[in-house]
């Protein structure tokens, strides 16, 4: 399993909102950590199980405390909390002025995050998404990405923040790989583009993206597309009724989760990951069909539960089909040169391929919903959240 790392070069493109739908449908159990030296945001907005609010203290503030003593992978449950529907979150510092508490400490937070899913209780694995806000040369949350398994920049599909998420990519990508520039896709972290797009032209959008990240040799490509859905993202705050996951927003994100499990998801669960394309082909990342289902596995552990759940199958990689527009299917992947396709029994489906959404089965479809259901379409919380380290703090 791996420690995804998401994070934007500039302004608000949308990385927290990003990283929460991200978590609330990913295939395997994820624990939602912000990072985000500028504070969280979650702390303000969620609610727990019980109904009432977040505990500021238990995050990463406490967290902090435990990692000078050394940190053990399985000491992150200790301080996640959990939202109302089964989302698992560690929430973020108050505010800038904390982050300094953390000076030192930022490797050892990402080692521990990057082996949660190696960990020999298999009731406590899982894989760690990150929200690490905006990034710079200065900012101390970059020292996690050593550890990631893939480090995804989110950008809209605009001129201004096209050009620097290409330079953002470029500058990761000359600090992570060094040397290695023409190898950068083949080295670990991946690092990869989000692009945030409006619904149509998005494929058109990030080929063209992607074929300007290979000609400037950034180091990047462009792994997904997520739908500009202001809406849906106002539904996933809890700051607008609907059904959040029946969202644009939400069922482009269940697509950009589906690709990246089935395309890295065996790599991950054995080592570092290996791209399934090599660096320079100039043809874009999937960016296929929104609302497609994502593959089966099973559902989420409860956490610490004492309770051993049999991990899941892992998807074996496969080239990445060709980008179509967002809403459309997508077409079927070119043959690879000089090998030749292997003929399948007519009924045969192969093991790396995701079931139909109508064959998963209902209790896995049942918990998803609730889970990014309950991320948008809760009540918020009827006082406001104590302040970190306040008297008012929950105990």
Not at 113 to 140: K, N
């Amino acid at each position: 399993m791996a420690l995804i790392a998401l994070a934007a070069d500039k302004g608000a493109p949308g990385v927290t909102t990003a990283a929460v739908a991200l978590s609330a449908v990913w295939p395997r159990r994820a624990l939602l950590a912000e990072v985000d030296t500028g504070g969280g945001d979650l702390v303000y907005r969620g609610v727990s199980t019980d109904g009432g609010p977040l505990d500021p203290n238990t995050g990463l503030l406490s967290l902090a405390a435990t990692a000078r003593r050394g940190l053990a992978a399985e000491q992150l449950w200790d301080h996640a909390q959990r939202l109302g529907g089964g989302l698992e979150i560690l929430v973020g510092l108050g505010n800038a002025e904390q982050s300094a508490g953390l000076a030192g400490q930022w490797d050892t937070l990402g080692r521990a995050f990057a082996t949660l899913g190696d960990s020999p209780h298999p009731q406590l694995a899982a894989d760690v998404i990150a929200d690490c806000g905006r990034v710079g040369p200065e900012a101390a949350s970059v020292a996690l990405f050593p550890h990631a398994a893939l480090v995804l920049l989110v950008a809209r599909g605009e001129p201004g923040q096209i050009a620097r998420v290409r330079d953002r990519a470029a500058a990761l990508s000359a600090r992570l790989h060094g040397g290695q520039r023409g190898m950068a896709q083949l080295a670990q972290p991946l690092i990869g583009v989000l692009l945030i797009a409006e619904a149509q032209g998005a494929a058109k959008v990030a080929s063209q993206v992607n074929d300007m990240l290979v000609a400037s040799r950034a180091g990047a490509q462009v792994l997904g597309v997520i739908a500009y859905d202001p809406a849906g993202a106002e539904q996933l705050a809890g700051r607008r009724r609907g059904r959040v996951e029946k969202s644009l927003l939400v069922r482009s994100v269940r697509k950009v989760a589906a690709d990246l499990h089935q395309q890295y998801g065996a790599a991950w669960a054995g080592g570092a990951p290996q791209p399934s394309q090599p660096a320079g082909t100039g043809s874009a990342a999937p960016t296929a069909a929104l609302g497609s289902a994502a593959p089966y596995a099973a559902p989420p552990s409860p956490a610490v539960s004492g309770q051993r759940v049999p991990p899941p199958a892992a998807a074996s990689p496969v080239p990445p089909p060709a980008p179509a527009d967002l809403g459309q299917p997508a077409a079927p992947a070119p043959p690879v040169p000089g090998h030749a396709p292997q003929a399948q029994p007519p009924q045969a489906r192969p093991q790396s391929e995701p079931l139909p959404q109508q064959h998963q089965p209902q209790q896995v479809r049942q918990e998803r919903t609730q889970r990014i259901r309950a991320v948008g379409a809760r009540p918020l919380p009827a006082a406001p959240a104590p302040l970190p380290g306040g008297e008012g703090a929950a105990p």
